[in-house]
């Protein structure tokens, strides 16, 4: 048996083995252990005869920043955090090794040493950076580089610091809301070049948030240091304050735009520079924020800026890359409604992903065929209309075609995306008497022309919510 040299095969039983050992420190301890699951897993799969143990560093270390104790203990040393039951921090730290329990004294002394020598790197750094001038550092920014194609990081802040204020206005921040916003802008790579984030770059913006305020910086500019990395993942927590949402959209947005204007644009699944990500976080960002700014307007004035450091380019498949990712955060939403929506006429995110909710929902009733099919007549004539021609009421032959005009006049599409789907489903009825009654393509070319322009000003409103003629009713 595998056992007797001590080798546990099945992980869950290790796993088990080792939650069973926390628990025990913890009674025995009276303290509480953060199991951090990603840590666990990593740690299970490292030894294979597993046994806790709780060693111990000095209390003059718990006067450096807790995030920093953390890191070293859980990142550096896969040691798990122990707390006390208030959830205070604890000089102390469980780690697992492999073997039985023989000779444990000497294994948590040597734990213990490798742990001191980076928490003294860790106070170390925290002292010393102290000294530093934010001003300083931010001028030496100007030396780092962002991307060789793309310059310094000084110039990407520089451009980011425009964009910020421009969206800053779009969604109506205060007075002092904008002030913090460029503040914020100006100095917010500064900690990249601190002793603490050059040896643990984990913390880059934890640890700008934590010296900004040390130095005297309004609350809301150190928080938008830490928040404009968020978020960090496909899913990660998002900013929480206007301040910091807006400094990360002005983030993403130029690293984005100066990516792909030098060419670096990702393809099939290869993505070095995490592109698809921050554009995710863009999206994300303005939906949870409810801010109706539609991202072709809105990526249209970023175009229109003009930078001593970059020009921006290759607009189009910048709104592809974005749509992409807006058709992703629709999750299963059948093809064809995706389709439809993201060639509708609004960019407005939050409005996107409603409409898409709304269209999978109507589709589950018998009337949607009809009156998508009705839509979908309407939208496919309407491509050929000349854009030049107004509508002409006097040249109007039947009822229909005054009825119909009548209706699209009166369509005012409002209230939520199900809402507009029910205005604009109620009018199948009309447009199809107007099709049994009326000839659009009339020899008649000012009749021609008028009836074509009717549809068009229909399918102007209704694609508000989506392009009806994508939508499969097969």
Not at 87 to 98: E, M
Not at 340 to 358: I, K
């Amino acid at each position: 048996d595998l056992r007797t040299v001590y080798v546990i095969a099945d992980s869950k039983e290790r796993e088990n083995m080792i939650r069973e050992q926390i628990k025990a420190i913890e009674t025995e301890q009276g303290v509480q252990v953060q199991i951090e699951e990603g840590l666990l897993n990593e740690v299970l799969n490292l030894v294979e005869y597993p046994t806790a143990f709780m060693g111990s560093f000095d209390t003059k270390y718990l006067d450096v920043p807790e995030e920093v104790l953390v890191t070293s203990m859980e990142t550096h040393q896969r040691y798990f955090v122990v707390r006390d039951l208030d959830g205070k921090l604890k000089p102390n730290f469980i780690s697992v090794r492999n073997g039985n329990a023989e000779h444990l004294e000497n294994v948590i002394r040597g734990n213990e040493k490798v742990l001191v020598a980076r928490l003294e790197d860790g106070e170390f750094f925290w002292r010393e950076d102290q000294k530093l001038k934010i001003e300083d550092l931010v001028a030496k920014l100007a030396n780092v580089t962002f991307h060789e194609k793309i310059g310094s990081l000084s110039e990407h802040m520089a451009r980011a610091g425009v964009i910020a204020a421009s969206l800053a206005e779009q969604a109506g921040l205060t007075a002092e809301e904008r002030a913090a916003v460029a503040r914020a802008a100006e100095i917010y790579k500064f900690d990249l070049l601190t002793g603490m984030v050059g040896e643990f770059d984990e913390l880059q913006g934890i640890m700008g948030e934590k010296y900004a305020l040390l130095a005297g910086e309004d609350d809301a500019v150190a928080t938008a240091i830490r928040e404009h990395y968020l978020p960090d993942s496909a899913d990660g927590a998002l900013p929480e304050t206007k301040v910091g949402a807006i400094l990360a959209l002005a983030d993403k947005l130029d690293t984005l735009l100066s990516f792909f204007s030098v060419g670096l644009i990702p393809s099939g699944s290869n993505d070095p520079y995490a592109l698809r990500r921050a554009t995710q976080g863009i999206v994300r960002i303005l939906d949870a924020f409810g801010w109706h700014i539609p991202m072709d307007e809105l990526i249209d004035s970023l175009y229109a800026l003009s930078f001593d450091s970059l020009s921006y380019d290759n607009q189009a498949e910048v709104i592809n890359f974005i749509k992409a990712r807006v058709d992703k955060m629709m999750g299963r939403t059948p093809k064809d409604i995706k389709e439809a929506v993201l060639a509708g006429s609004n960019f407005v995110v939050a409005d996107m992903l409603e409409a898409a909710d709304a269209l999978s929902e109507a589709a589950k009733a018998d009337s949607y065929k009809a009156a998508v099919e009705s839509l979908s007549r309407a939208f496919n004539l309407a491509e050929k209309a000349d854009a030049s021609v107004a509508v002409d009421a006097s040249l109007f032959e039947n009822d229909q075609e005054k009825a119909l005009s009548k209706v699209i006049e009166e369509l005012e599409l409002t209230g939520s995306a199900g809402d507009k789907l029910s205005q604009l489903f109620a009018l199948s009825p009309v447009i199809d008497a107007f099709f049994d009654n009326t000839m659009v393509m009339a020899e008649d070319v000012a009749v021609k022309n008028n009836r074509l322009a009717l549809l068009s000003t229909l399918v102007a409103k209704a694609k508000a919510v989506a392009a009806f003629n994508q939508l499969n009713t097969k």
